[in-house]
């Protein structure tokens, strides 16, 4: 199983990014799929998720109204639009899958909930 999470680069605040997981090895149809982040000497922490089977979605209150997750079926990817980017989003961002399905609300996930991880993409917000 691989996830290739991409589309991390170097932003002014403000600005935009969309950062694309892809898989192989499982079929991300059938999975539910976070974002994760990672900023230098902190916890790794919860971003958004989209849960297979019904669409649902939900995003951690930092990021709710600036970030979206969906999915591009033609692609076959799950995305994470970040609009009005800040300083403080500044990570290393990664995609985890699990075969868990979620119901709509607002919670932080566990990363111990997604058994299938993929690399970092940086993502750096200018001042």
Not at 44 to 52: H, M, P
Not at 78 to 107: F, I, N, P
Request: net charge positive; aromatic share 10%.
């Amino acid at each position: 199983v691989q996830l290739q999470a991409s589309g991390g680069g170097l932003v002014q605040a403000g600005g935009s990014l969309k950062l694309s997981c892809a898989a192989s090895g499982i079929t991300l149809s059938l999975h539910s799929v976070a974002w994760f982040r990672q900023a230098p000497g902190k916890e790794r922490e919860f971003v958004a998720v989209n849960s297979w089977g019904g669409g649902v979605t939900n995003l951690a209150d930092s990021v709710r109204g600036r970030f979206t997750i969906s999915r591009d079926k033609v692609k076959n990817t799950v995305d994470l639009q970040m609009d009005s980017l800040k300083t403080e989003d500044t990570a290393a961002y990664y995609c985890a899958a699990s075969r868990r399905r979620w119901s709509s609300g607002h919670y932080s996930l566990d990363q111990i909930a997604f058994p299938y991880w993929g690399q970092g993409t940086q993502v750096t917000v200018s001042s």
